[in-house]
């Protein structure tokens, strides 16, 4: 969290809102190991960021068939972790950062075609890294749009805690 601090103090000595926009790649397994002490040490500080996630990078693997691929699970998992942790934080996410294109690509594997590993050779067409399909990217899309509509209702109808009891 430290060099973190610096380097915002370093990047935006004002403090400006908006000027910064710090880009989460930790990957499913790490994303909820680190990201909270970040937070809070930039809450403590009152720095001004926007946060946003990008599950892509933190979750290539490479397949048993040799091609560079992403799941689409660990993608979606990671999304939905740095949602939970700003929400127990009491901190905001900003965006997610995905790496698409509109063509019928097999890249990632999964999704609700369930793109494999095996599948992967089929229309394997990136010169560097995995992308989501046209299917995938909207479906992402979706599942992110539910669970933000999920967030804003229960939000608008707070479950009553103990102590307000």
Not at 3 to 19: K, S
Request: net charge negative; proline share 6%.
């Amino acid at each position: 969290p430290e060099e973190l601090l610096r380097l915002i103090d370093l990047l935006n000595p004002a403090n400006e809102p908006g000027r910064l926009t710090l880009i989460c790649r930790f990957g499913a397994d790490n994303v909820g190991k680190y990201l909270p002490a970040l937070i809070r040490a930039v809450e403590r500080e009152g720095k001004c960021v926007v946060w946003s996630c990008d599950p892509m990078h933190g979750n290539t693997i490479k397949a048993a068939t040799g091609y560079k691929t992403r799941p689409f699970d660990l993608i979606l998992k990671e999304v939905e972790a740095f949602f939970d942790i700003h929400r127990a934080e009491g901190t905001y996410p900003g965006g997610v950062h995905l790496e698409m294109t509109g063509q019928n690509v097999t890249e990632c594997i999964g999704g609700a075609r369930e793109v494999t590993e095996t599948d992967l050779s089929d229309r394997y067409h990136t010169h560097c890294d995995p992308r989501l399909n046209a299917d995938q990217a909207l479906e992402l899309a979706f599942l992110i749009a539910d669970r933000l509509k999920r967030d804003r209702a229960s939000m608008a109808h707070p479950q009553p805690t103990l102590a307000a009891q």
